[in-house]
């Protein structure tokens, strides 16, 4: 992959496993464990309905140089949007890049009365 092609600053974010909170449960929060640059593909974006809400998500391909990621870390982007890492792919089976697999869900939109 050419530098050039990695036009994105993003952090990745992973949830710290070393604390609990009072009740023994791992913290909700992320940390950034990296800042990389990447490209950055939205691939296909779905509105779904259930329970009278909408919900709108976008599958997204993030290419980063290679390094450890987990399906279960966070992409933030430069905009301050996260998306979540889905799975994991070394599409080349060689160990200079990965593509990250996310989906971002955008914040629910409430439909019907009173909501």
Known sequence: MKAGQLDRL???LRRRTDETDSLGQPPRDFDVFATVWASV???TAKEMR???QTVNTMDIVV?????HVLPIDRVRFE???EAGVVSVVNPKLS???IELHCLYVAEQIHSGDGI
């Not at 290419?63 to 390094?67: A, F, G, N, Y």
């Open 10 to 12: 993003i952090d990745l």
């Open 41 to 43: 593909e939205p691939v």
């Open 50 to 52: 259930s329970a009278q």
């Open 63 to 67: 290419r980063i140089r290679w390094m």
């Open 79 to 81: 905009d301050g949007r």
């Open 95 to 97: 160990g200079d890049m």
